[in-house]
């Protein structure tokens, strides 16, 4: 029984290790309707994009979800933008596509209301502004926390068996 513990743990650890050195996919691609943002803001940094669109949220989030290949997508209010993708971000929505331990891309969107105009870029009217932040992190960071959580939950794993071995010698007392 203890060998297919280990056995298992060190899959687990290879398999963890080996998805935390996996590279980066790249900032996603434009779609055919995107025009991209030409204010200073939204290209002070090659992580952060600014576009207007006419398609819907869910087409924006489909699209990038697809780009990283996969991903946990986690919503925020949109009040959030102002701290997580630029202060003074106006949005209506904000969501993230998360690689756990790894990457993170922030779609922050800003719908106008039928009553409140249209954008204007490049002569044409967009119903919406989006702008994309990708958050990348360094390999040697992560595989050094994988490699401590590894070795925690390895140190918590021998612990909590000797513990639950000293309660069943003290409740058949």
């Known amino acids: 029984m203890k060998n297919l513990v280990k056995i298992v743990f060190a899959l ?4 963890l290790l080996v998805y935390l050195a996996w590279p980066a996919p790249p900032f996603p691609k434009t779609l055919w309707d995107f025009e991209p943002s030409t204010e200073p803001a939204d290209k002070e940094s090659t992580l952060r994009r600014g576009y207007y669109t006419n398609i819907t949220r869910g087409q924006l989030m ?3 979800s697809q780009q990283l290949g996969w991903g946990e ?13 630029r ?13 756990p331990m ?9 719908e106008l209301g039928p009553k409140e105009g249209a954008f204007v870029a490049g002569g044409k009217e967009f119903k919406q502004k989006v702008i994309v932040k990708y958050v ?20 918590l794993g021998t612990e909590w068996v000797k513990t639950v071995k000293v309660l069943k010698k003290t409740v058949h007392l």
Request: hydrophobic content about 45%.
């Open 62 to 64: 489909d699209h990038y």
């Open 102 to 110: 790894r990457e993170s891309l922030f779609v922050a969107g800003n």
């Open 12 to 15: 687990f650890g290879i398999t």
């Open 136 to 155: 990348t992190s360094n390999v040697f960071v992560r595989i050094l926390t994988g490699l401590l959580t590894l070795g925690l939950i390895w140190i």
């Open 73 to 85: 997508r986690l919503n925020y209010p949109p009040e959030d933008a102002q701290t997580l993708i």
């Open 87 to 99: 202060d003074q971000t106006h949005a209506t929505f904000l969501e993230e596509i998360v690689h």
